[in-house]
C-alpha cells in the first residue's frame, strides 16, 4: 500500500482544520507548504513545536518541506546577492524544520525559468544551465552536511520542467543527495509525455510524486486545474500508479488540490478529486 497523503493547504490553510480533514479521510502523510498565513520556512521555532503536537497528537507523518525555495529567483543572481542569500537562510529553516518534524526531504525548485538552455544561438539562453547547476552546489553542501535530501520539483515555472531534464540534473551533479519530487501534470505543459517517457526518464531518482490533474493549451499559454481524471492526465494515471508498484516506489504520493471549482472552495475540489484519488491506489 503506497503512503498517501496531502499538502495541507490544499484543503485549508486552517492548519489544525486540514489535519482533521486528513484524520476524517484517511490520508496520513502530512506536507507542509502553507500553515495558517505562513510558508513552512518561515515558522518560528514556537509554530515548529505547536506543528509538531498537532501532527503527533493525531498520529500523522510529515512526508515533505515545500517551501518555495530558490523559485522564481533568476538563475544568475549573484551567489553573494541579498535576494540569493535570503533563499538560502531559508533552505536551511527548511531543514531545520525538516529535521524537528522527522523528515527528510526538502523541496527546491530551479531558478525561474529561462526559455531556450540548449540549442542555436541566438535564441538560447547562453551559459544558463551551467549557472544553474554552480547555484546549486551551496543548498546541496548545506543538504548534505544535514543529512537531508533536497527534492527538485518538475515545475512548470522552474528551469527543471520536466522528468528528461530533472534526470539530466542529477546525471552531471551526481551526487545521492539530489533526487526528484515528480508531478507529471506540470510537465504536461511542456509537452512531456507522462508515461512511459516521464517516468522511465526518472524512476529510479523518484522519492515524492505530486498527483492532479488539469488541462493544458500551450498556443493559448493556458493550464486550467481540474477534478482528477476530468483532465488530460486521464489516461496516464493507470500506467504510473501500476508502473510505481511494479518498481516497489517507496516514497509518499500527495494529492497536489489546486482545482477550485466554480462557486465553491480549495476544500470543494479537495473533496472532489478524493475518492478518484483513493481508488487509483487502491487498484
Known amino acids: 500500500m503506497f503512503k498517501l497523503g496531502v499538502i495541507t493547504d490544499g484543503i485549508s490553510r486552517d492548519f489544525e482544520y486540514a489535519l482533521d480533514t486528513m484524520v476524517e479521510t484517511g ?3 502530512v506536507e507542509l507548504q ?11 521555532d514556537v509554530d515548529v513545536e505547536c506543528v509538531k503536537g498537532l501532527i503527533d497528537a493525531r498520529n500523522l507523518k510529515v512526508s515533505c518541506i515545500s517551501h518555495h525555495n530558490l523559485s522564481a529567483l533568476p538563475v ?5 546577492a541579498p535576494a540569493y542569500r535570503e533563499h538560502i537562510t531559508t533552505l536551511q529553516r527548511c531543514i ?20 531556450v538552455l540548449f540549442g542555436a544561438e541566438p535564441v538560447i ?15 546541496l553542501q548545506i543538504a548534505d552536511a544535514a543529512g537531508i535530501t533536497l527534492v ?3 515545475a512548470i515555472s522552474g528551469n527543471v520542467t520536466s522528468a528528461f531534464l530533472a534526470r539530466k540534473l542529477i546525471d552531471e551533479l551526481d551526487v545521492p543527495h539530489l533526487k526528484v519530487l515528480w508531478d507529471p501534470c506540470s510537465s504536461l505543459y511542456c509537452t512531456e509525455v507522462p508515461y512511459p517517457d516521464g517516468y522511465e526518464a526518472i524512476r529510479e531518482h523518484i522519492v515524492h ?6 488541462i493544458v493549451n500551450l498556443p493559448a499559454a493556458t493550464f486550467d486545474f481540474c477534478a482528477m481524471r476530468q483532465g488530460q492526465m486521464d489516461p496516464y494515471y493507470n500506467d504510473i500508479v501500476d508502473a510505481l508498484k511494479r518498481d516497489g516506489y517507496e516514497g509518499t504520493i500527495s494529492l497536489e488540490s489546486v482545482y477550485t471549482p466554480v462557486g465553491g472552495t ?17 487498484r
Open 209 to 214: 510524486v505530486h498527483l492532479k490533474d488539469g
Open 125 to 139: 539562453s547562453e551559459g544558463a544551465w551551467a549557472t544553474l547547476m554552480n547555484r546549486l552546489e551551496e543548498p
Open 152 to 154: 527538485m520539483e518538475t
Open 96 to 115: 531545520d524544520v525538516a529535521q524537528a518534524l522527522g523528515t527528510n526531504l526538502v523541496r527546491i525548485f530551479s531558478f525561474r525559468k529561462e526559455m
Open 76 to 80: 544568475d543572481t549573484a551567489i553573494v
Open 27 to 29: 490520508l496520513e502523510y
Open 34 to 44: 502553507y500553515l495558517w498565513e505562513k510558508q513552512v520556512g518561515d515558522l518560528t
Open 266 to 282: 480549495r476544500e470543494d475540489g479537495f473533496r472532489e478529486s478524493l475518492p478518484v484519488f483513493m481508488e487509483l491506489m487502491e
